[in-house]
């Protein structure tokens, strides 16, 4: 009978599916051992009799299986010593296949433990016993390898009891390398200090969380601090909702009800609209002069992030903010307050890679994603998953196929169909448009090139 199991020097005689739709296979060990496994003399061995032990293995077609196993049993002629053949594919203290133990390993940093129970046959309890052990070794060779990568990333999710816990990650391969038990100033800086090669770190990506700042400044002044531009644009969007809000409150009923339904378009670019979607907007913006500013400076302040220079944008930003009153009750008092308390980390974002958070956001959401799928996670078990729950040679693979992908999307000219010369476009944009504060020529949401974008080009 061909030897299902894969295994070399096993002999397969029986291979059935029971009522419960698992594989039940009948194997034997062919080679009889050579030395007594007490005294490790090579006297002869006399064979007394043989028993059936029952192995689980891992899944095969996606079955439970099982091993019925003829194990025999020999004396020793020099020590008089009884012992069980050695079954080498077979894990030393439990009864299931090595090569079970290391799919139980790898599948419990992917699935929830009741799924790879369902999967194997194994009961809950082993398998956890199991993947405990195998994050401690994981832990423990992590801190030995562990180095601070040049681009860092931290934020913060609330995982097991809602606490909030600090997560940091390498922005170059978007995987994080360490996950704390709280947020604290102390946490946070305590590791960071005793992270070996921070002095190597260049740039850190973070939201406005001022300890988190603290913390790098203390332990890496070395490395450059960037806001996540999309908490600033969060900011932006809130008091645009805002304004509107108090629009609302002044307008007849009717309009009040028409409003609510289109809200979402006073949040969107200008360049992400749709033709319906300017028309309306445009609408409402001629109804009212103060919502009207407030749209355009939502607008202006956040084309400063498309901008490509320092210089350019620290000009912009000077020019928004000195337009903004300092009053507590003006929409973008909050706003403002940020700018004037993250100034430099905002203009860093245009001298090291315009870098974001965007990669920690998108972990954040995977983590959690985890958490909620699986029950009566442990914060060491939700550790060892967000830190190793994906199998290692997938990463660069992964990184590839986004960068291929990336690159088969790069604009092409909605009007001539030809590739986007993105530098010539910046530069047209900024000597003749930057000024007013618009963003590049877009038609609903494709970029037009150099040459199209010239008002003579649809004459």
């Known amino acids: 009978m061909t030897n299902i199991l894969l295994m070399p020097d096993w002999s397969v005689s029986d291979v059935h599916v029971d009522e419960n739709d698992t594989y039940q296979i009948t194997a034997t060990y062919d080679l009889a051992p050579s030395e007594c496994g007490r005294c490790e003399a090579t006297s002869r061995l006399v064979k007394r009799g043989a028993t059936t032990r029952v192995f689980v293995d891992a899944p095969v077609h ?12 020999y004396t020793c002629r020099t020590c008089d010593g009884s012992f069980m053949q050695h079954l080498p594919e077979m894990h030393r203290t439990r009864r299931m296949t090595r090569r079970l133990v290391e799919y139980i390993k790898k599948q419990s940093l992917l699935k929830p433990i009741a799924h790879v129970a369902e999967d194997t046959g194994v009961s809950e309890t082993t398998i956890g016993e199991i993947s405990k052990a195998h994050y401690t070794w994981l832990s423990e060779h992590h801190a030995r390898t562990l180095r601070a990568p040049r681009h860092i990333g931290i934020d913060e999710l609330a995982l097991v009891d809602k606490q909030m816990r600090a997560i940091l990650i390498n922005l170059e391969d978007s995987w994080p390398f360490e996950l704390l038990r709280n947020r604290t100033l102390k946490s946070v800086q305590n590791f960071l200090r005793k992270l070996p090669n921070r002095g190597e770190v260049e740039v850190v990506t973070m939201d406005m969380c001022d300890y988190y700042r603290t913390a790098v400044k203390r332990t890496m002044p070395q490395a450059a601090i960037i806001v996540d531009r999309w908490h600033m644009a969060d900011k932006v969007n809130k008091a645009m909702d805002e304004a509107r809000r108090r629009y609302q409150r002044k307008i007849h009923l009717d309009l009040s009800k028409a409003l609510t339904r289109v809200n979402g378009i006073f949040l969107k670019r200008r360049a992400e609209l749709s033709g319906s979607e300017e028309i309306e907007l445009g609408g409402w913006l001629a109804k009212s002069e103060e919502i009207y500013a407030t749209y355009e400076a939502k607008e202006a302040l956040l084309s400063i992030w498309d901008l490509h220079d320092r210089a350019t944008a620290e000009a912009a930003l000077n020019e928004w903010r000195a337009n903004i009153p300092d009053d507590d009750k003006h929409v973008f008092a909050g706003v403002a307050g940020a700018i004037d308390n993250w100034r430099t980390e905002i203009l860093n974002f245009f001298d090291h890679g315009r870098l974001t958070n965007g990669p920690t956001e998108a972990r954040n959401g995977a983590i959690k994603r985890i958490y909620n799928y699986g029950a009566g996670y442990d914060f060491e078990s939700i550790r060892a998953r967000a830190l190793f729950g994906k199998r290692p040679g997938r990463l660069k693979k992964e990184a590839d196929a986004k960068d291929e ?34 963003p590049p020529p877009r038609v609903h949401g494709y970029a037009l090139c150099e040459e199209c974008s010239k008002a003579d080009a649809w004459s």
């Open 405 to 438: 992908a990336w690159r088969a999307r790069k604009p092409v000219c909605i009007r001539c169909s030809q590739p986007i010369d993105a530098a010539a476009l910046m530069e047209d944009w900024k000597a003749y448009v930057a000024p007013l504060m618009e």
């Open 62 to 73: 996606g079955r439970q299986t099982f091993i019925h196993v003829r194990h025999n049993k």
